[in-house]
């Protein structure tokens, strides 16, 4: 079957333009968490989501939304004690990722009826994307566009040095804490593309081969943007062929275009 073929298809359809408003997505949130160096916090948030999982299994709720609900008190919660009560970054985000795999663990083990499938949250399958989290995507997506249109100069000053930021009396607090929020949001919704096991990589490794080649913030997040649609395209392909997990192939697929471009970096600088 060609790709002209599996265009007939609803659901790769869906597949397509999930990855499009996701990339989107990640490329504008992923070039602050690259350039603020918050890869940690974000892989901290990524595995306290499967506390808020275990929670819409366990009270018979939208495991996204209760996912979602939980991911952003614990993106505030890691902000909160790094912040205000004098814990280690690391010691804080090692709390929450804890706290929320425990939780996770535990109420689903507990959850009555049917064992809920976790697969598709731990590991992704973007063939499984619906209208409703395509819609979603396309909110976020827009929102995100319009707050970095509003706060540009903020964000890039705050990304770049916090105390400059403050000493500009720019909105330092207000910029960290909703960057946070749209951080949580943005990997609960990405869920469903590569999982949770691997999500990390899909906010982080687009931005890595950007920065390769500008520093420009905002050119950073359009080609960030880019290469992450390209790779989830790439990545969609080639699983289908060779019938392998489409969201573990995407990220393999964003890795190997990284190396590809650090060598061709490294052909120009010789």
Known sequence: ????????????????????????????????????RLVFISGGITHASLGGLGIGFYFSLSPILSAMVFSVFSAFGIQWLSRKQGVREDSAIAVFWSLGMAIGIVLTFLTSGYAPNLSEYLFGNILTITSRDIAALVVLSVVLTFFFILFYHSIVSVSFDTEFARTRRLPTQFIE?????????????????????????LITVPQMTANLFTVNYS??????????FAGCVAGLLLSYYLNVPSGAFIIFVLIIMFFIAKAIKSLFRR
Do not use: H, P
Request: aromatic share 12%.
């Open 1 to 36: 079957m060609n790709i002209v073929e599996l265009l007939d298809y609803a659901f790769f359809r869906n597949a397509l333009w999930g990855s499009l408003f996701a990339s989107i997505a990640c490329g504008i949130i992923g070039t602050y968490v690259v350039t603020r």
């Open 219 to 228: 050119k950073m997040i359009i080609l960030s943007g880019l290469l992450s």
């Open 177 to 201: 804490y909703t960057m946070m929020l749209f951080i949580a949001v943005t990997i609960v919704l990405s869920i469903r593309l590569v999982g949770i096991v691997l999500l990390m990589s």
